[in-house]
């Protein structure tokens, strides 16, 4: 297949990322007799350095022409004044907007390697396979703001509309895994959870097959460092997602290994891991690669279809993590080039031996 992927390497050990990701879709491409079209593009603080703002249109209009979108991180202390105007994290966020893509896909699946890191007891991760569906273009952090000297406030709105479709999305994809939907609100506080509430049982009517469950938040919090196993998937609002996942993330042994899909309602979504710009490790070759090349995986998936090409980068993934090979983050000592250099390797010796068995079918 043909496909146009823009590739937004952003700030910190964003580009360190987008290289791995680079890299992994090259072998893709080669292995599979794809074509795909990957130009970078700036955006967050690099782009605000380069051309003023931190989503250039140039930016944003190859976006929406591209068939997926990949990014590695925005953000920084040489931007990040509270006072300024501009910000990079606005260029990420008018991005998610303007794609559109309000559901934000977060899988966390805990590699048994990397148990042993987690702040819980392996005993307690077992099985642990939790699918956050975070609504990612609404809430408080799409609401009006205003600030005077001491006064500041931010509005939290969110429509029915825009609760049905993050809803239906998680229900959906719950009936493709074990049929359960977590919706986590504040509804004992906030209107716009009494909604969000109310509008998740109406949706639930529209799948039988799935159960619907509430938590509240606080709660919720609570029960995923004392249940993570009882979970599947967890729909919510756009800053409870935000924090959630990042608690999650712990689970897992560290930020840098959860990836992220978001998807509107058309096939271009845009895909990140979930770690930030990491600005203390910038260019010293340490960053993880994982999540990113896990996103990597989800835009296969997502976005283009390949599914036997996810699986395989999936696969490949597991594997090298199994071996110990690991980047600071997680205890090792490998750089961001020897986890990608092998997890290409693994890659390329799988297809190798996935065409001897074709030769081996066609008799050659
Ligand atoms: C995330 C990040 C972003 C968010 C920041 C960088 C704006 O924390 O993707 O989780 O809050 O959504
Ligand atoms: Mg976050």
Redesign the pocket.
Known sequence: MKATIAMLPGDGIGPEVTAAVQAVLKVVARGWQHTFNCNEYPIGGCAMDACGEPLPATTLNACLRADAVFLGA??GPKWSDPRAAVRP?QG??KLRSGLGVYANLRPLRIHPRLASLSPLRPERLVGVDILFVRELTGGA?FGAKTRTEDFATDECRYSVEEIERLMRRAFALARGRRGKVTSVDKANVLETSRLWRETAERVATEFPEVTLEHQLVDSMAMLLLTHPQDYDVVATENLFG?IL??EAAALAGSLGVLP?ASLGDGRCGLY?P?H?SAPDIAGKGWANPLGALFSAALLLRHSLGLEAEAQAIEAALDEVISRGLLTRDLGGQASTREVTDALLHTLEMGLESHKAVDRGHSGC
Request: no cysteine; net charge negative; glycine share 16%.
């Open positions: 925005v953000g994290e990420l966020l952090y935000d996942s990042d992220s990140e979930i930030g």
